[in-house]
């Protein structure tokens, strides 16, 4: 079964305008993580944010927000005031346990394109 | 503090054929991975090195690919011989574990090399 789950396969936002990702994970473990990561059009991966299971407040990093719904088992990611350079795949992953050898387990990822 | 580096960036090879890609992490990062990102999709897990020991290789497919981390420092994944379906990116990651602060230990990720099987 798919671990987590992204529906939106691209997306168009306008500039300077606020665009939300969706994210849904399936785990059965009370401790996890999740992350989300941009990949630009040169490959690499760029971490934005992170979520713990036990954190209380849904967390923030600059423009990116995360929407941490536990019960709903959505992390959804919120980009404010869209930049050209945000054009970019986005991809959320879950780290499952408590072990420091977690691995990262990805969605396939949302395209999002920013028009000027 | 320099990113993970890894070479070659591109590398078109002939089904059958070998290859090798290097992977160098971050300076005093314990934790390796290496992911294969076929187009379209998300990163997949390949294998995952703390230090020079291998902690999961559960989705290598071992009777093609094989890694090694000597020194518990650089990185080799090689594939021989290769097939078609081995097109696709491949990142390595490197991750620092640190204590309490292990929830959230983000990986930080190569440029990746693209590989192309014809």
């Known amino acids: 079964a798919q671990k987590i789950t992204q529906t939106q396969p691209g997306m168009f936002v306008q500039e300077k305008e606020a665009v939300t990702l969706d994210c849904t994970y399936d785990?059965?473990?009370?401790?996890?993580?999740l992350f989300w990561y941009k990949q630009p059009s040169s490959g690499e991966m760029i971490f934005l944010i992170y979520?713990?299971?036990?954190?209380?407040q849904n967390a923030t990093e600059g423009r990116y927000s995360l929407n941490f719904q536990k019960a709903r088992k959505s992390a959804n990611l919120v980009i404010s005031a869209s930049q050209l350079g945000d054009s970019a795949m986005y991809f959320c992953?879950?780290?499952?346990?408590?072990?420091?050898?977690?691995?990262?387990?990805f969605g396939a990822g949302t395209t999002v394109t920013v028009r000027a | 503090e320099a990113g993970v580096a890894q070479s070659p960036r591109y590398k078109i090879i002939e089904k059958r054929q070998s290859v090798a890609f290097w992977c160098n992490p971050i300076?005093?990062?314990?934790?390796l991975y290496w992911y294969q990102q076929i187009l379209g999709q998300g990163p997949k897990l390949l294998i995952q090195?703390?230090?020079?020991?291998?902690?999961?290789d559960s989705q290598l497919p071992k009777d093609r690919f094989s890694a090694e981390r000597l020194k518990g420092v650089d990185s080799t994944l090689k594939i021989q011989p290769a097939k078609l379906e081995d097109s696709a990116v491949y990142l390595c990651?490197?991750?620092?574990?640190?204590?309490?602060?292990?929830?959230?230990?983000?990986?930080?990720f190569g440029p990746g090399t693209r590989l192309t099987v014809l």
């Open positions: 090195f703390q230090n020079n020991g291998v902690v999961d």
């Open positions: 785990t059965s473990d009370p401790s996890y993580g």
């Open positions: 990651a490197s991750s620092l574990v640190r204590g309490a602060e292990i929830w959230v230990n983000e990986q930080f």
């Open positions: 300076s005093g990062h314990a934790t």
């Open positions: 979520q713990g299971s036990y954190d209380q």
């Open positions: 992953a879950m780290r499952e346990g408590q072990s420091f050898d977690y691995k990262l387990s």
